[in-house]
Antibody, heavy 120, light 108 residues
Framework: EVQLVESGGNLVQPGKSLRLSCEGS????????MHWVRQAPGKGLEWVSG????????VYADSVKGRFTISRDNAKNSVYLQMNSLRPEDTAFYYC?????????????WGQGTLVTVSS | EIVLTQSPGTLSLSPGERATLSCRAS???????LAWYQHKPGQAPRLLIY???NRATGISDRFSGSGSGTDFTLTINRLEPEDFAVYYC?????????FGPGTKVDFK
């Protein structure tokens, strides 16, 4: 069974940094693209960032470009989201999602999410 | 950048009825790059349909997808209590993975 478990969510002040982690199990992690998706309170899903299986390609939503960095460690079956210069509008549940195999693919498994609150 | 709009915003129905959800793209997209997800409060989102009309693993055949070009539809036949949730369409045919704003299916 595929499992994705996020961690690292917390209350943080505006302008500060936070690093989210997501550990995958039940599948061969190193072969699949991974993504972060968020949901702000009362809002819909917003794709944040994605990374290819070998870290050769990383992509970002305009709303986080230049502030967030996605990375992965295939030896640890983990993907990370380094979030810098956090803003109140970054407050959301952050979900880790596994891409299906291939280039342009849907997200076939998701974690339960971790809550990030940006507030003074 | 492709923008997805979904209608209606909320669909109020009773168990046993059929739900028809619409997703419209701002420009024509490949059928192979349109997905639907179900999301319930406090749970992980779940992939229902990919490639416009292909059901994901373990998804009931009460769920079906159709469409082409700019107009896509998710149909849920014979609504069951566990189907009341928010549904999102997604375009994954570029380096930007766009979600629609969602349609909430709730109890009438």
């Amino acid at each position: 069974e595929v499992q994705l478990v996020e961690s690292g969510g917390n209350l943080v002040q505006p302008g500060k940094s936070l690093r989210l982690s997501c550990e995958g199990s039940g599948f061969n992690f190193k072969y699949y693209p991974m993504h972060w998706v968020r949901q702000a309170p009362g809002k819909g899903l917003e794709w944040v960032s994605g990374i290819s299986w070998n870290s050769g390609s990383t992509v970002y939503a305009d709303s986080v470009k230049g502030r967030f960095t996605i990375s992965r460690d295939n030896a640890k079956n983990s993907v990370y989201l380094q979030m810098n210069s956090l803003r109140p509008e970054d407050t959301a549940f952050y979900y880790c999602a596994k891409g299906d195999s291939g280039d342009y693919v849907p997200f076939d498994n998701w974690g339960q999410g971790t809550l990030v609150t940006v507030s003074s | 950048e492709i923008v997805l709009t979904q209608s209606p915003g909320t669909l109020s129905l009773s168990p046993g009825e059929r739900a028809t959800l619409s997703c419209r793209a701002s420009q024509s997209i490949w059928n192979t790059h349109l997905a639907w997800y179900q999301h319930k409060p406090g749970q992980a989102p779940r992939l229902l349909i990919y490639g416009t009309s292909n059901r994901a693993t373990g998804i009931s055949d009460r769920f079906s997808g159709s469409g082409s070009g700019t107009d896509f539809t998710l149909t849920i036949n014979r609504l069951e209590p566990e189907d009341f949730a928010v549904y999102y369409c997604q375009h994954y045919g570029s380096s930007i993975f766009t979600f629609g704003p969602g349609t909430k299916v709730d109890f009438k």
